[in-house]
């Protein structure tokens, strides 16, 4: 799967595209258990760890996101958690295996605005070694025009930045990249990802990345995995105001419930998973 020039071009670039990751079945299935996920319908029972859009209390005009919707949905929990995406990111990271560290599902209509760029390593303070890999999974074919995800081509290499300011629909979604930019003395090159449906990027989480409003009369919805080196734990006073309600009294290490190791390379998957991954969906 990994052949010597997507890794040359992972280290170059920050990022690489992996052609047809999902096929057909996993987008059709995917798509949806969006509409039922953003009004509530959680097929497990379980709330996601962050729903930051819901219908009535947020303008029509934002990108919809839920984190960890794997622990709400076991249709995206096939997808985000399966050994090919673990296998993936723990290579490419130069890791013995790889865990889940956070899913997003995202789903930007027509109309919807930008998304802010960001590294996504400032906000990994948490965890040691810190450090995501990131797999995004797009479930419709991009374009540029409908604010498909963008990357900084090389911004990997640079320092890395404490957390930006405004993340949904800032006025000016480049503003933190070419401050980044000017503080390392790096030229900006901007690459839009324009890919089928079922295709994928793995970026380092150095890489400053973000999207541009959706100018199209369709959706982008995609599907995202951090992942963490499945060695990572817990830092013993850096905290998250999320993640770290999982960490365990007078003990450093993660939970493989809360953070399931997906890949390892001696052959080692959380064994739970499988149970989890195999339970048909509740009826609607």
């Not at 995501?132 to 498909?148: E, K, N, P, R, V």
Request: some cysteine; hydrophobic content about 35%; overall charge negative.
């Amino acid at each position: 799967m990994l052949h010597s020039e997507i890794i040359d071009t992972f280290r170059r670039d920050g990022f690489v595209i992996i052609r047809n990751l999902l096929d057909d079945d996993d987008i059709a299935a995917a798509r949806d258990r969006f509409e039922p996920l953003f009004k509530g319908k959680f097929e497990t029972g379980l709330y996601p760890d962050e729903w930051n859009w819901q219908e009535g209390r947020d303008p029509a005009d934002r990108t919809r996101q839920i984190c960890n919707g794997w622990k709400s949905d076991r249709t995206i929990a096939r997808i985000v958690l399966s050994p090919k995406v673990g296998e993936l990111c723990a290579r490419l990271g130069g890791w013995p295996g790889a865990r889940m560290g956070q899913d997003n599902v995202l789903w930007k209509p027509p109309g919807a605005k930008s998304l802010g760029f960001h590294q996504d390593d400032s906000y990994c303070h948490w965890v040691v070694p810190a450090g995501y890999i990131t797999c995004w999974m797009t479930l419709d074919d991009t374009a540029a025009s409908g604010g498909t995800i963008e990357y900084a081509r090389g911004s990997h290499l640079w320092p890395l930045s404490p957390p930006m300011g405004k993340f949904h629909a800032p006025d000016d979604y480049h503003a933190s990249l070419r401050e980044a930019a000017a503080h390392a003395g790096r030229e900006i090159e901007i690459v839009p990802i324009e890919v089928r449906a079922g295709d994928a990027v793995i970026h380092h989480g150095r890489t400053w990345h973000g999207s541009g409003p959706n100018r199209e009369t369709r959706p982008r919805r995609s599907l995202v995995a951090h992942c963490l080196s499945s060695e990572a734990r817990f830092h013993p006073t850096e905290v998250s105001y999320i993640y770290s309600r999982y960490r365990r009294r007078d003990d450093l290490a993660m939970d493989e419930s809360y953070f399931p190791i997906l890949w390892r390379a001696d052959g080692y998957r959380s064994p739970w998973l499988a149970r989890y991954l195999d339970l048909a969906p509740a009826a609607e």
